[in-house]
């Protein structure tokens, strides 16, 4: 028997696909859905990409401000996911990518690696794609203006 327990549940209610609507059943928060122009969509919403990348990089910065914070380092953090919709040639289908950069001020890229690994192990996205998907961390500088 595990000793989890559920600390927090969420639900999204989609209509239309990748073009159409998504919202979260309490109406708090919605979002129009367009395949981008350059898949021959309209582009005149956000895509499943966008939102996962939006997700991924908010969940990743958090394990990485909890990791430091555990093991008292401090700096102000920035992750960026790029995330890429890839053909694959095994299923005529599709399949995701994910290219994670973390810049932390004050740090230099072989100290902010060492963070950005630690936070990948941690991060609850990076163990839901932890041999689903192919994700490169990188440690790149800091900069204030992003």
Same mark, same amino acid.
């Given at each position: 028997?595990?000793?989890?327990?559920?600390?927090?549940?969420?639900?999204?209610?989609?209509?239309?696909?990748?073009?159409g609507?998504?919202?979260?059943?309490?109406?708090?928060?919605s979002?129009?859905?367009?395949?981008?122009?350059?898949?021959?969509?309209?582009?005149?919403?956000?895509?499943?990409?966008?939102?996962?990348?939006?997700?991924?990089? *908010?969940?990743?910065?958090? &394990?990485?401000?909890?990791?430091? @914070?555990?093991?008292?380092?401090?700096g102000?953090?920035? +992750? #960026? !996911?790029?995330?890429?919709?890839?053909?694959?040639?095994?299923?005529?289908?599709f399949?995701?990518?994910?290219?994670?950069?973390?810049?932390?001020?004050?740090?230099?890229?072989?100290?902010?690696?060492?963070? *950005?690994?630690?936070?990948? &192990?941690?991060?609850?996205?990076? @163990?839901?794609?932890?041999?689903?998907?192919?994700?490169? +961390? #990188? !440690?790149?500088?800091?900069?204030?203006?992003?």
């Amino acid at each position: 028997m595990s000793d989890s327990k559920v600390l927090y549940q969420t639900t999204a209610i989609n209509t239309g696909g990748r073009n159409g609507e998504s919202h979260l059943p309490d109406k708090s928060f919605s979002v129009r859905v367009s395949t981008p122009k350059k898949m021959g969509g309209p582009g005149q919403g956000s895509n499943p990409e966008q939102l996962f990348a939006l997700g991924y990089s *908010a969940c990743f910065n958090s &394990a990485l401000e909890h990791i430091m @914070k555990e093991e008292n380092s401090s700096g102000k953090s920035q +992750v #960026t !996911a790029t995330i890429e919709l890839i053909s694959d040639p095994t299923d005529n289908g599709f399949k995701l990518a994910a290219t994670m950069e973390v810049a932390i001020e004050g740090k230099d890229l072989a100290e902010t690696k060492v963070w *950005a690994d630690k936070a990948h &192990a941690f991060c609850p996205y990076s @163990k839901a794609t932890k041999g689903n998907i192919a994700v490169t +961390v #990188t !440690a790149v500088e800091y900069k204030e203006d992003l």
